[in-house]
């Protein structure tokens, strides 16, 4: 049991790249999420997700798009990098119900030159 | 909206000294509270939340309602418990989102 595993676990890219960034679980979650980790500012949630095949957005989307076609995976996109999406991303899972606390992956460090 | 606030970024202390980290949070419905902890090279975790009003580890943290607060607090600090920490705040949505404070690195030196 694996628990939250994201995929890379580093990444650099040149300004305009796209890449994606993946979250799997297998705990049979239903709520997922997307943070970003930036020194001083805590964790802001970029997209969650309730269920497969839905997607809402959280505090800072803008330049993100995500997808959850399969119910253990959550995916992240950055479609057109820049310098100031260079962040520590976290996913999180949880049941979904009021008790189970949500559940972190290792993060992936992401640098935009 | 609701915000969390976590004023100090960094907070050092000997060891075997009391150790409190302040969290002040804004939000007009009923909170839940909870501290996050992320150990070096770990992920991050679950400590405590306010409703099991429980002890983890040594730690305590109590709600106070009045002053919209909820400090983490422990009478004899280690050096295993050095760590960044987070306060965070679920309010009343069917996403079970969280509002993450600012964090801050606790230091326990020997």
């Known amino acids: 049991n694996a628990g939250v595993t994201q995929t890379p676990k580093f990444r650099v890219l040149k300004t305009g790249q796209s890449m994606t960034l993946l979250c799997a679980q297998d705990?049979?979650?239903?709520?997922m999420y997307w943070y970003r980790q930036d020194p001083g500012m805590g964790l802001r949630l970029i997209h969650y997700s309730v269920g497969e095949g839905t997607t809402a957005k959280g505090e800072v989307p803008d330049g993100y798009n995500v997808s959850r076609l399969k119910k253990q995976n959550f995916l992240l996109g950055l479609e057109s990098a820049a310098p100031s999406q260079t962040s520590v991303y976290f996913c999180?899972?949880?049941?979904?119900?009021?008790?189970?606390?949500?559940?972190f992956g290792d993060g992936t460090r992401l640098s935009i030159l | 909206a609701q915000r969390v606030t976590q004023p100090e970024k960094l907070l050092s202390v000997f060891k075997g000294a009391p150790v409190e980290l302040k969290c002040n949070y804004s939000y007009s419905g009923s909170p839940e509270l909870f501290w996050y902890v992320q150990y070096s090279r770990q992920r991050l975790q679950l400590l405590l939340r306010?409703?099991s009003r429980e002890s983890i580890k040594g730690f305590t943290a109590d709600l106070n309602k009045g002053e919209t607060s909820f400090h983490l607090k422990k009478p004899f600090a280690q050096e295993e418990d050095s760590a960044m920490y987070y306060c965070a705040l679920r309010v009343d949505n069917a996403g079970n989102m969280l509002t993450f404070g600012g964090g801050t690195r606790l230091m326990v030196k020997p």
């Open positions: 999180a899972s949880t049941l979904g119900d009021l008790v189970e606390p949500q559940h």
């Open positions: 306010h409703i």
């Open positions: 705990m049979n979650h239903e709520y």
